[in-house]
């Protein structure tokens, strides 16, 4: 409810007009305090709104209601072009592009956490005794899908295995709330870290310590 109220913020719209700005960037992911504020703000001036596009939650395997979904609509029609993270992901928005509404791919830069290990390092961090230590990295939610590590774990019993899952645990509350109810029912409270979620440093770390990265 009170990302919607957004929308009539007399205060947050006047502090995006006094700002005289060139261009508005969104994320797509504010779409629920952002669709009736950019017809809103068209009326008031002629700023450019580009919407920063990783995912469309409309495309997830979830229960959004029609409510929802007509609120996404609502907010994917109302800017003037799109930067997404990869051609999918441009496929999905084709309903709302056309000559006047383009969207460009902009791909993530690679180097966030700097080179990789030498391969000696590598070789040698693999046969280390102790657990197999496995990293998820990516928040704790239905569309990550986190819970089959866990459903994996509780099928091999018999080799020891440590999994650390570092990423937000409140994007998804009820999900997470299940999914570190599941670690219990499981019986695998000593073999699983929740971080949540963790500065670039740590999670370089992480990815030093894990032999095996398992990703979303």
């Not at 508005?24 to 002629?46: C, G, T, V, Y």
């Not at 930067?83 to 056309?98: D, E, F, G, I």
């Not at 239905?142 to 999994?163: F, M």
């Amino acid at each position: 409810a009170s990302k919607l109220a957004q929308n009539w913020d007399a205060k947050f719209s006047q502090e995006i007009l006094s700002n005289q700005l060139d261009l508005l960037i969104q994320d797509e992911l504010n779409h629920a305090s952002l669709f009736r504020f950019n017809h809103l703000l068209k009326r008031e001036s002629n700023i450019p709104v580009v919407s920063l596009v990783h995912h469309l939650r409309m495309s997830e395997k979830s229960r959004l209601g029609p409510f929802q979904h007509a609120i996404e609509n609502a907010y994917l029609r109302s800017v003037d072009a799109f930067l997404v993270n990869s051609a999918n992901t441009r496929k999905t928005l084709q309903p709302w592009l056309s000559d006047d509404k383009p969207a460009q791919v902009v791909q993530p830069g690679g180097d966030r956490f700097g080179s990789l290990d030498e391969l000696d390092a590598i070789q040698t961090r693999a046969k280390v005794s102790g657990p197999l230590r496995i990293l998820f990295v990516g928040s704790i939610s239905a569309r990550k899908q986190p819970h089959l590590i866990l459903e994996a774990l509780n099928c091999i019993p018999g080799i020891s295995i440590h999994a650390t899952f570092a990423g937000d645990l409140n994007s998804d509350p009820n999900y997470s709330k299940r999914f570190q109810t599941q670690i219990k029912t499981l019986g695998l409270i000593d073999k699983v870290d929740l971080l949540g979620h963790i500065e670039s440093e740590v999670l370089i770390q992480q990815l030093r310590l894990a032999q095996v990265l398992v990703l979303p």
